[in-house]
């Protein structure tokens, strides 16, 4: 970490920052507080807006959740995450992402397009999502075929949501990678502890 973590219970000045703990600590329940969390602290006003926004996309979208974690895990491999990836992988397996599917998407740092309809390990929304969130993420620009394949299968409020899902995970990787919270980031994704 190129920062030091906040002490953890972290030490508040007013009333209002320990609001801002207990909200992100209500959303963390009963997990503790997270490496993640212990840096954002640093600056409570962006540490709560962070809160609402990624407590906002993680648990009130209505995506199914296979394609909201294979989402973010898909940004964590190409931003080399592997904090993220650590954290989020296994929800896709939970969710009902084969392991050899997630274990196959973990050494696919390119570009997935020329693969056509990507292995057989992931269905048609799984595959166009992890398009999507490939482009968004490496390139900026989503294709207008990309983006009509999307558009098939997903209604506009769940197209939103998942642009906003890989939006927000972009986000989040970058936080993660410049810091290096959780001393994982950009190392070997085989390193002990980065499953």
């Not at 909200?23 to 609402?52: C, E, K, M, Y």
């Amino acid at each position: 970490m190129r920062l030091p973590y906040v002490p953890n219970p972290p030490q508040t000045a007013n009333e209002e920052e320990a609001a801002v703990v207990s909200r992100i600590a209500a959303r963390r329940a009963p997990r503790p507080l997270q490496a993640l969390d212990l840096t954002l602290l640093h600056s409570p006003p962006v540490a709560d807006g962070w809160n609402s926004f990624l407590g906002a996309v993680r648990t009130r979208t209505t995506i199914p959740a296979d394609l909201r974690e294979l989402a973010i895990s898909r940004v964590a491999v190409i931003n080399r995450a592997w904090y993220e990836w650590m954290h989020h992988a296994p929800l896709a397996v939970a969710a009902g992402v084969s392991q050899a599917a997630m274990d196959w998407l973990k050494t696919q740092a390119g570009d997935l397009a020329g693969l056509e309809d990507g292995p057989k390990v992931f269905d048609e929304r799984q595959w166009a999502v992890l398009l999507l969130t490939d482009e968004m993420t490496s390139k900026v620009h989503v294709a207008d075929e990309t983006f009509a394949k999307v558009k098939a299968l997903f209604n506009d409020r769940e197209v939103v949501e998942i642009v906003t899902t890989v939006a927000c995970y972009n986000c989040v990787s970058r936080f993660l990678v410049a810091l290096d919270v959780g001393e994982r980031n950009g190392t070997d994704p085989d390193a002990p502890g980065v499953h």
